[in-house]
């Protein structure tokens, strides 16, 4: 398969607004991106994660295999740090910054994002949301990866439980940010898609 790379809405080389409006449906946004018929893989970190099981829910068999990173229980919530990221993307970190708060719009930042785009994502009214009876119909092969310092995406077993054909691989040493430079996880995912 031939591999397409997609920013997600307000990150990297996409759209760009400051208005939390214009990311009312993230995943319509992003099946815009991808091709119209075919199955394919998906390999979602994060909110990418939360967005392609909201797209395979949608459509059923849009994807034969999904790896799913930095995502747990945390599907079943709006992100819990979204307003504190977002005031701080949009006015700066300083010295009360709490630490974890401060990592992650570095984070942001350094992987080329405009922080008032992140901002207005982050800001968005809460969607995907996604509860266990509209996820049970995911029925494709799913791979289940995150660190097991990740204070974000833990506990795995609420989201593991409701996938079907879902497997799980806990990554040691490893915190929610650093997750998709691991090798272990890495290799996890060539793995799983070339079974």
């Given at each position: ?25 993230l995943a319509k946004s992003v099946v815009l991106d991808l ?161």
């Open positions: 398969m031939e591999p397409i790379a997609v920013d997600l809405p307000g990150h990297g080389r996409s759209r760009h607004s400051s208005d939390p409006a214009d990311y009312a449906d091709p119209e018929t075919g199955a394919m893989y998906g390999i979602g970190y994060s909110l990418g994660g939360k967005l392609l099981l909201e797209i395979e829910r949608r459509s059923p068999g849009r994807f034969s295999r999904l790896v799913l990173a930095g995502v747990g229980g945390n599907v079943f919530a709006p992100e819990k740090l979204g307003d504190v990221v977002a005031s701080a993307l949009e006015q700066g970190v300083t010295q009360d910054t709490p630490a974890g708060i401060k990592a992650l719009v570095e984070y942001a930042i350094s992987a080329g994002n405009d922080p008032l785009s992140v901002a207005a994502c982050l800001r968005r009214s809460p969607n995907p949301v996604l509860s266990s009876q509209a996820i049970s119909s995911v029925d494709c092969e799913t791979l289940l990866v995150c660190g097991d310092r990740d204070s974000i995406a833990l506990p795995l077993e609420p989201l593991a439980e409701v996938l079907p054909r879902c497997q799980v691989e806990l990554v040691p040493g490893v915190d929610h940010l650093h997750l998709p430079e691991s090798d272990v996880f890495q290799r996890a995912a060539l793995t799983f898609l070339a079974a």
